[in-house]
């Protein structure tokens, strides 16, 4: 794991140190940068395999045909190497970088789809004249691109960009919506008009006369027919495939360890990491004691963190985290690089500031088995809608109107408000819309005139109506919502805040769920094996039975537990108050103060839901000032 950036077009190369200097937390272990021409490369280290000085980037190959900066990790080099070593290359050193830029000399892009693992890099080919970008197909690892009028520039993070003259900051309206609809941007969208991600599974080309090419090298989800598995021989599948995935990831020349929360997914991860290290004393874990997460409808996973490690023999860091964090909002908001108004983020770098702490420099995550196995509370208000989607028009509609007089001051309303919020849309949009935290109507009149006028025209499901509109006919309600899932939650939010987290303190976080052939294996199944009733993962819980504690298999659905409803009447709500207050939420030019603070009290009468998007409201006018200069 590392950080990467660099230039084609008229920069001076001493750009190359301020973008390394600008995310040099992603590297502690060495820096590196190259240039030649109108091309620069730079790099900062993170050192996981290969400590010597044979992994140190910019990497080119033995003749010089591709120099590389690159960011992640190849899971299956070791068979990609024997590959190269059969076409008669030699390699020096035992990096799965030296791997990955010998098969781009050999074989160009079309090594891609080879690639079993998390990564983003880039590679100038001398002879051709270009440079190549490519992220991994789940997106686990970030890259942002700009354009500005010296040439082209890219990025691990955000804010390197920041040192490249000529960045359009301008905030972009639909972007900025979305983070206070949806938390995240979905899609290529950033905060910053003129910088742009690349998309999970996709690749760029860019000429050096300045053309950018865009297209992708990942198959598209769910492109398989789904298949009538056996209920034994689809168990006995689902124990191959995850634990092969374990032992793939588990490759390290460094200590690693795992994160443990006590549910079925970082349980069924940590149970394969043990059994393939032969003992859970090489496999530290790590867990939250948030406390107040019951106001927000979550149960405490500490006791059952707590059981797992007892029965699997690891040891388990308990993580405390103190309310204080939220004055450390702006720091959060700096290291994000987007205004992500997700407490989570929080917990994630608590945790991972305690395992560098203890020498742990890599972390397995069960982050992705909601998304590929069907686990989240939206599963089963999608799988609701056969007692009720049955009903005409007039009665959904009456279920909308019920809705919007529920209290939105205790989880069971909120859930229900959200269930019936979007009863009476088409189907395509009401599947799109349990996505929302707060519709685009009820967050107009926080805006700035100007602003929303920007967004006349914009919703923030667009872009996930757009992606719906891609998969091929017939893929069933709950794989579309699963498509949606993988391509946008899951990309643009929880892992861009975990990667972003841990590699603030230094730490890398692997995906084991996210392994491609365990995806593709879980895109075959029919829906009856992920989603029972209202039982979801029905699939994993069944092939874990008997393996790990049926009290971990048997416990409800919860998340983490931060007491986010209270402290916005308590220290946000405050802020923003003396945001208003001040004229400075109004001096962004993206809110309107009294818009807001109406918002603020509707949330504190019950009338709606708006702790998370007023948190964002906060993220935004940090990213506006920290970033944007506004």
């Known amino acids: 794991m590392c950080g990467i950036a660099g230039y084609l077009g008229d920069f001076a190369a001493e750009l190359l140190p301020r973008m390394n200097q600008a995310q040099a937390h992603r590297g502690p272990d060495g820096q590196g940068v190259w240039s030649s021409g109108r091309v620069g490369l730079a790099h900062v280290r993170l050192a996981i395999l290969d400590l010597s000085p044979a992994g140190h980037q910019p990497m080119s190959d033995v003749r010089g045909r591709v120099t590389l900066v690159f960011n992640g990790e190849i899971y299956n080099y070791r068979e990609l190497r024997a590959r190269l070593e059969r076409e008669g290359a030699t390699l020096r050193g ?38 190549l970008l490519a992220r991994d197909a789940a997106g686990v690892k970030p890259l942002y691109w700009t354009r500005t009028p010296a040439g082209f520039a890219f990025a691990s993070e955000l804010k390197a960009l920041l040192t490249v003259p000529g960045v359009d900051l301008t905030p972009d309206a639909q972007a900025i919506a979305s983070y206070l609809t949806l ?83 970082s349980t069924t991860i940590a149970h394969h990491a043990v059994r393939h290290l032969a003992g859970g004393a090489d496999y530290p874990c790590f867990s939250l004691d948030p406390r107040g997460g019951e106001a927000e409808g979550f149960a405490d996973d500490l006791p059952y963190a707590r059981l797992v490690s007892t029965r699997l023999g690891v040891p388990l860091h308990v993580v405390g985290l103190a309310e204080e964090s939220l004055d450390e909002l702006d720091e959060l908001v700096r290291s994000l690089d987007e205004p992500t108004p997700d407490p989570a983020a929080f917990a994630t770098r608590a945790i991972c500031a305690a395992a560098r702490d203890r020498g742990v420099k890599v972390l397995l995550s069960g982050a992705g088995g909601d998304d590929i196995f069907s686990g989240y509370r939206r599963h089963q208000a999608l799988a609701s809608e056969r007692y009720w989607g049955w009903m005409p028009p007039p009665w959904r509609e009456a279920l909308v109107d019920l809705s919007a007089q529920l209290p939105r001051d205790n989880p069971a309303g909120r859930r229900l408000a959200k269930l019936f919020g979007h009863a009476s849309a088409p189907p395509a949009e009401r599947l799109a819309s349990y996505f929302l935290w707060l519709d685009d109507s009820v967050l107009a009149p926080a805006l700035a005139p100007g602003f929303r006028e920007e967004l006349r025209r ?144 509707a949330d504190a009468r019950g009338e709606v839901d708006a702790a998370y998007p007023l948190m964002g409201v906060l993220c935004v006018e940090s990213w506006l000032r920290q970033f944007a200069g506004r």
């Open 183 to 265: 938390l995240y941007a979905p899609g290529e969208r950033t905060p910053a008009r003129g910088v742009r991600k690349l998309r999970p599974g996709d690749f760029l080309e860019c000429a050096e006369d300045g053309a950018v090419r865009l297209a992708s090298f990942a198959p598209g989800h769910y492109r398989e027919e789904v298949q009538a598995f056996p209920r034994a021989t689809a168990v006995e599948a689902c124990r191959h495939y995850v634990s092969q995935a374990v032992r793939r990831q588990l490759v390290a020349d460094v200590p690693l360890g795992g994160f443990l929360s006590g549910g079925v997914d």
């Open 94 to 131: 035992s990096s799965d970088t030296e791997v990955l830029v010998e098969l781009l000399a050999r074989h160009g892009r079309r090594c891609l789809p080879w690639l079993n693992g998390i990564f983003a890099f880039a590679a100038w080919f001398a002879d051709e004249r270009r440079l």
């Open 458 to 601: 914009f919703r923030s499901v667009d872009t996930m109506l757009d992606a719906l509109a891609t998969l091929p006919t017939g893929v069933s309600r709950l794989n579309q919502m699963l498509h949606l899932d993988r391509s946008f939650f899951l990309a643009d939010h929880n892992l861009n805040y975990t990667d972003k987290m841990a590699m603030a303190c230094g730490v890398e976080v692997r995906v084991p769920f996210l392994d491609p052939d365990l995806v593709a294996f879980t895109e075959r199944l029919p829906d009856d094996l992920k989603q029972r009733g209202r039982s979801g993962k029905y699939l994993l819980r069944a092939a874990m039975r008997g393996v790990i504690p049926a009290e971990v298999l048997d416990r409800p659905k919860t998340g983490f537990g931060f007491p986010l409803r209270r402290l916005l009447h308590g220290s946000y709500g405050r802020r923003l108050r003396r945001l208003a207050a001040e004229g400075r939420l109004d001096a962004t030019g993206v809110f309107q103060g009294a818009g807001v603070i109406a918002l603020l009290e």
